[in-house]
């Protein structure tokens, strides 16, 4: 309970249970606790709803910065694939990149709340389906990004997350 943060201790008078408030923000080992291989799936459909409505945005607004962030993260996973957790962090960051890339502020935020289940999320998927699908499918939308091809950025977002939905159940 003190490691969730959900206790405090008052020198002198005890062990409380805190109260919690809205605004605070979760201690990010709850996510990771409490999804459960089903969670995963559920991630994962959130994320095939929210990501491919994203990347329309994001192609409309990217700019030669956001596509050299793109690039240099996506170097960064080919670099890292055989390094789960590191190959996971680099792969949630691509896909936080396309967030901030929208530049629509709720957005931004959503994504930010969510940042600690979707990266427990991303840590089990590259632990049970490795690196190379997640490569081939960034190289694919970068280069959709790049070149202004929102619909096909789209697409293949959408392949890249059924790919990963299919993985998972055929990996259980």
Not at 15 to 32: E, F
Not at 99 to 122: Q, Y
Not at 150 to 164: L, P, V, Y
Request: aromatic share 4%; no cysteine.
């Amino acid at each position: 309970m003190a490691a969730l943060e959900l206790t405090e201790t008052r020198h002198g008078e005890g062990t409380y249970v805190r109260r919690l408030t809205a605004s605070q923000p979760l201690n990010s080992l709850i996510p990771m606790m409490l999804l459960t291989k089903d969670d995963l799936l559920d991630v994962l459909e959130f994320r095939q709803i929210i990501e491919t409505g994203v990347i329309g945005l994001a192609v409309q607004r990217a700019g030669p910065a956001d596509i050299r962030e793109l690039e240099r993260i996506l170097g960064q996973m080919r670099r890292r694939r055989r390094h789960t957790a590191a190959f996971a962090e680099s792969d949630l960051e691509f896909h936080l990149a396309l967030g901030r890339m929208t530049k629509n502020p709720v957005i931004i935020k959503v994504l930010h709340v969510l940042k600690d289940v979707l990266s427990a999320s991303m840590e089990d998927i590259v632990g049970a389906l490795g690196a190379e699908r997640g490569l081939h499918y960034h190289a694919i939308i970068l280069g959709a990004v790049r070149k202004g091809e929102k619909e096909r950025a789209r697409r293949f977002m959408q392949q890249h997350i059924e790919s990963t939905i299919n993985g998972i159940l055929e990996a259980r």
